[in-house]
């Protein structure tokens, strides 16, 4: 996540955590720092992991106060140890203390997301099967979210309901049948759109098999079944591993030949990576 990037997609969500936090003043603070003095407070990591998410941690100090300056000692993707100084912040005392739990959440959870993604893509190294997150996010978060899953090692799915078309229970259940369904989506979406169809049995594989579609979403299948599904399929679509896919489990999926396994534990059950901001004390006149 770039600068651009930040500034069109990020900085309206990042203000939007900021007012939940900040109605109308930060009154602890206030009470505290009755006028401006300039302070510095040292980033630490408290738990081993995967950084991520450390452009918006500094975006939330920057939109409150354009003068803030963040030095970091590590960038995203990076491996922290617990103890690291992972940054320095420095600015107005108030603006670093306003600004500090709505900058943490972000970056604990990005780089929790990112460290429990990279312990599940490591075990798929070598095999040719790539590591695949859903749209199973924190409403308002997704953007974060996914951009944690790249910086882990995994690649994301489809971003939103406009990015592409992907036939559910429900959508076939609607449309009548796979075939039905396949059909439908080919006269309606652009053609440059692949169509995903998630089955849920070998009948619905071979019927979304010959029917055409691009992509063959294996869903809730025994390891046996996935097997035969892919033989069946026989390279004639992707096929793609789903339902409760997570890091205790995903062993048992490496040798079945899929081409994705997507997981939605990597956004919606990752535990948050501990992050805390330490030692704050004034710097110039009258600090250190």
Do not use: W
Request: glycine share 8%; proline share 2%.
């Amino acid at each position: 996540m770039n600068e651009v990037t930040m500034r069109l997609n990020a900085d309206r969500l990042i203000r939007q955590a900021l007012e939940e936090d900040i109605t109308s003043e930060d009154i602890t603070t206030n009470a505290v720092m009755r006028e401006a003095v300039q302070g510095e407070v040292e980033l630490i990591c408290k738990q081993d992991g995967i950084a991520a998410g450390l452009l918006v941690f500094e975006r939330v100090f920057t939109l409150l106060d354009p003068e803030v300056s963040v030095e970091f000692y590590c960038q995203d993707g990076d491996e922290v140890k617990s103890g690291r100084k992972m940054a320095t912040v420095r600015g107005d005392i108030r603006v670093l203390l306003s600004g500090e739990r709505t900058a943490l959440n972000y970056l604990q959870r990005m780089s929790g997301i990112a460290t429990y993604t990279h312990s599940i893509a490591r075990l798929l190294e070598g095999t040719g099967t790539r590591l695949l997150d859903t749209r199973k996010t924190t409403p308002n978060m997704r953007i974060f979210e996914k951009y944690a899953v790249k910086v882990g090692g995994g690649n994301n799915h489809r971003y939103n309901l406009s990015d592409g078309v992907l036939l559910k229970d429900n959508h076939i259940g609607a449309a009548g049948s796979v075939t039905r369904a396949v059909q439908m989506a080919r006269e309606y979406a652009p053609f440059v759109q692949k169509i995903e169809v998630e089955t849920e049995n070998l009948d619905m594989v071979r019927e979304a098999a010959e029917a055409g579609a691009d992509i063959i979403m294996l869903d809730n299948m025994t390891p046996e079944v996935m097997r035969e599904a892919v033989a069946l399929i026989g390279g004639r679509a992707a096929t793609e591993c789903s339902g409760n896919v997570t890091k205790e489990n995903v062993a048992e999926l490496v040798d079945i030949g899929v081409d994705y396994i997507s997981s939605g534990a990597l956004t919606h059950s990752a535990p948050i990576l501990d992050i805390s901001l330490k030692n704050l004390h004034p710097i110039g006149e009258g600090g250190r």
